[in-house]
């Protein structure tokens, strides 16, 4: 090893450190944690930060004229600027905190197509353009909102490689787009779309933006307010955060288009017994208790990765996702899902005649946790012409020797199980 990689291999071993759960051996292996793109593991910092929120802190927030309500709501909203910040919002943004990125698009989807004291944004003839890349979160609830409001559905379909291509979208958009919804990564094969490109094109025929950035924004560095991106949904646990997280952030004129999801407390000016108004944004959207230690973890997990630097990250992830596409690739009998996803952390696989759980399961049998099957993208799959696949996702925890050790696996598993 020459000096440049032994001070890496330190400061990896320093970081690992940090993440307590990848210091196990699992079925007598150590464990080689690649099932990242479904949750990442939470560094110290994080559970220290949502620790110390419950140890000192903790109180419901706004309207507590007690110190600790003031606490917990000064921490509250320090976290909403922090994640901001994060993610590039701008002056004319605001960030709404949901519990991911699936509660982000049904908050979005449901308030952009129900009546409430204006009419609905989506109306009847309307389209909805959302790809076939999305995750089943970036899908379902625009098929609600579309059935709810009398609009249509269409789907930007990939190319055979699943890439998918301007040309098609701008044949696609036309002047009865109000939504075009698109992921900045597909969580199930690692194709990374040219969103800033085909987000411009969209907004530039008139449609509202969605950016689903789950699977961007532990790596990519996501300036919201340079996108022509009107929403943007992530989540928590997917960024070294908590579970049960997430944010919407989104330009403040388009979200005051939503109607609200959640009525109730804290998202209201005045009440009678017969109507009510809502509070101005963000807590118009942000109705019952929030979670608010899950808002300082998730600030405390972004805090941990502008630590490291996102440029950093992302030359690491990729690294490793480049090295077990190529180790992948020339395996006989192995189908990369997306050979030539560069930006992405994750690959996915398909194996002739051998079943990814089988795959899954022989892994795990060496410490190597894998995700396998549909990965919540039934359509995409079929379209493409394959079933369920074999998932293997990277952090910025994983190191090149688990990559080598998920390649002699998957080598073990075709041997055995053909
Ligand atoms: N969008 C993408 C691209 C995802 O990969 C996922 C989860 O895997 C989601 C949305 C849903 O995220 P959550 O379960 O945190 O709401």
Redesign the pocket.
């Known amino acids: 090893m020459g000096e440049t990689q032994l001070a890496r291999a330190a400061a990896l071993a320093e970081l690992r450190a940090e993440f307590p759960v990848l210091a196990q051996n699992v079925n007598g292996a150590p464990l080689g944690y690649l099932d990242n ?3 990442t593991q939470m560094p110290l910092a994080v559970m220290e930060a949502m620790q110390r929120f419950d140890r000192h802190d903790r109180a419901n927030i706004h309207r507590g004229v007690h110190t600790l309500s003031q606490r917990a709501t000064d921490r509250f909203e320090e976290a909403r600027e922090t994640l901001k910040h994060f993610v590039g919002a701008g002056a004319d943004h605001e960030l709404v905190f949901t ?7 049904n908050m979005l989807a449901h308030g952009l197509s129900t009546a409430g004291i204006g009419d609905a944004t989506i109306k009847p003839g309307d389209e909805i353009i959302v790809s076939e890349l ?5 899908l379902v609830p625009w098929q609600q909102a579309a059935r709810r409001s009398g609009a249509q559905l269409r789907i930007l379909r990939p190319d055979a490689q699943g890439r998918l291509q301007e040309d098609e979208l701008a044949r696609l958009l036309g002047p009865r787009t109000r939504v075009f919804a698109l ?6 094969t690692g194709e990374r779309p040219p969103y800033e490109a085909m987000l411009a094109r969209a907004a530039a025929a008139g449609a509202l933006t969605v950016l ?4 961007a924004v532990s790596h990519e560095t996501l300036d919201v307010a340079a996108l022509a991106c009107d929403f943007m ?1 992530f ?4 960024m070294y955060g908590p ?1 049960g997280m ?1 944010a919407l952030v989104g330009r403040r004129a388009a979200l005051e288009r939503l109607e609200p999801l959640r009525y109730g407390g804290d998202m209201v000016e005045w009440v009678s017994r017969t109507d009510a108004s809502f509070a101005a944004l963000p807590m118009r959207l942000e109705g019952g208790t929030p979670n608010v230690s899950g808002a300082v973890g998730m600030a405390a997990a972004a805090s941990f990765i502008e630590g490291i630097g996102r440029e950093r990250i992302d030359a690491h992830v990729t690294a490793l996702r480049a090295q077990a596409a190529a180790g992948l690739a020339a395996m006989r009998g192995v189908t990369l899902m997306s050979p030539e996803a560069h930006r992405s952390a994750i690959v996915s696989f398909v194996t002739d005649g051998v079943h990814p759980h089988d795959v899954g399961t022989l892994l795990d049998a060496r410490g190597i946790a894998v995700r396998t099957g549909l ?2 993208a039934h359509p995409l799959l079929e379209y493409l012409g394959f079933g369920p696949t074999t998932r293997a996702s990277f952090a910025v925890y994983n190191t090149h020797d688990e990559v080598e050790r998920l390649l002699a696996g998957v080598t073990h598993a075709l041997e055995v199980l053909r």
Do not use: I, P, V
């Not at 989540?235 to 997917?238: E, I, Y």
């Open positions: 793109a479904a949750t519990s991911g990125t699936t509660d982000a698009l999305e995750h089943h979160a970036n992921t900045a990564c597909a969580n199930a689903d950035a789950a699977q949904a989540s928590g646990h997917k579970m997430g990965h919540c």
